[in-house]
């Protein structure tokens, strides 16, 4: 009996300073990883800098690229991911032909710094705005905004809307799609970035984002593509935080509905599904092409927030327009500063 006990207690010691052993082999991967990912940021920084100037709004610094000249300015509100101010890679320069354009990150995306509140539409409306401010740039501003740029510009449009003379809807959000977008018989439910980047996201600070490297689009420059993983760790909390903010960020958007006489350029990207997109978001082909219609729907609402307004669909596009249909994005910018410039006052 005593040997017995003597071997348990010899076996329990046995599996307390293993766990021990592995705590401690833990803890040292943990603090290696956070100093490694402190020297990986500074690597970035020097080996990726900011395309354009980094403007100071008080404490914190928010990354805006310009280029070009002229009046109206562009300003090219990117969609909820992590690409930031590099969603625009095929199109910025060939606007920037027409007039100043200027692409950004928002706050906790790419090069800008994190922000110290909850990330929503009205944030971002006060951050781009004193960035505007600090950078010079006073309007007239035409607004393109992909994706949930929609109601990011709509946003902005209403809480500075003096200066907003036009705006473009890029495959853009509405701000009652998850109600309106939900399968019949369905409750309506948010989407949700995929698990491994919650989880990324809160372990960014080990440098467990660099173990990762996403591919970009096919004819993506590849200097492009490394930025974006260079920066993924930081872009990743700073789109989770906006994810989790959706549902606020979409009513925010929809509180202004009218536009007046803005021209504005809504295009809709209608390409269908393929079999491993319905499969993702678990449709059946019938199901994809209704969810196809609701959209188009939506869209047609968005257009009559306008008295002038253009509604182009685009049946060989998908979501990022931008890069399937640059031309599509190119040629609404050109109408919509050609028109700001035609109106009284414009240049």
């Not at 990324?200 to 490394?226: F, M, N, Q, Y």
């Not at 327009?321 to 009284?344: L, M, S, T, Y």
């Amino acid at each position: 009996m005593t040997t017995k006990r003597s071997f348990v207690s010899r076996s329990l010691k046995v599996v307390k300073w293993a766990a021990m052993g592995v705590g401690v082999l833990v803890v040292a991967a943990l603090a290696g990883g956070a100093i490694y990912e402190q020297f990986a940021k500074r690597e970035a920084f020097e080996r990726f800098p900011p395309r354009g100037q980094m403007v100071d709004i008080g404490g914190r610094r928010i990354h805006l690229d310009c280029r070009g000249a002229g009046t109206p300015t562009v300003i090219l509100e990117s969609g909820l991911d992590i690409n930031g101010s590099l969603s625009w890679y095929k199109i910025q320069d060939e606007i920037a032909k027409i007039t100043r354009t200027c692409s950004y990150d928002r706050a906790g995306i790419m090069w800008s710094d994190a922000p110290p509140h909850k990330q929503d539409g009205d944030h971002v409306a006060q951050d781009l705005h004193a960035t505007l401010a600090a950078a010079g740039i006073d309007g007239p501003l035409v607004l393109i905004g992909h994706s949930l740029g929609g109601p990011y510009m709509m946003n902005y449009t209403r809480q500075f809307g003096s200066d907003v003379k036009g705006l473009v809807f890029v495959d853009a959000s509405h701000p009652d799609q998850i109600r309106r977008l939900a399968a019949p018989g369905t409750k309506p439910k948010p989407p949700e970035l995929p698990a491994f980047m919650y989880v990324l996201a809160k372990l960014s600070w080990t440098g467990a984002a660099r173990l990762i490297d996403l591919p970009g689009d096919p004819d993506e420059p590849k200097a492009v593509t490394a930025a974006r993983n260079a920066y993924l760790g930081h872009s990743i909390k700073g789109a989770v935080a906006e994810i989790s903010a959706l549902e606020t960020i979409l009513n925010q958007g929809g509180r202004l509905r009218d536009l007046g006489n803005r021209p504005i350029v809504v295009l809709t990207a209608m390409k269908p599904y393929s079999l491993a997109a319905l499969a993702e978001e678990r449709l059946t082909p019938k199901q994809g092409a209704a969810q196809q219609k609701r959209w188009l729907e939506l869209h047609d609402e968005e257009a009559g927030w306008s008295r002038r307004s253009r509604h182009e669909s685009l049946s060989d596009s998908g979501h990022y327009v931008q890069n399937d249909r640059p031309d599509a994005v190119i040629r609404a910018a050109d109408e919509i500063v050609a028109a700001v410039r035609g109106a009284p006052g414009g240049k």
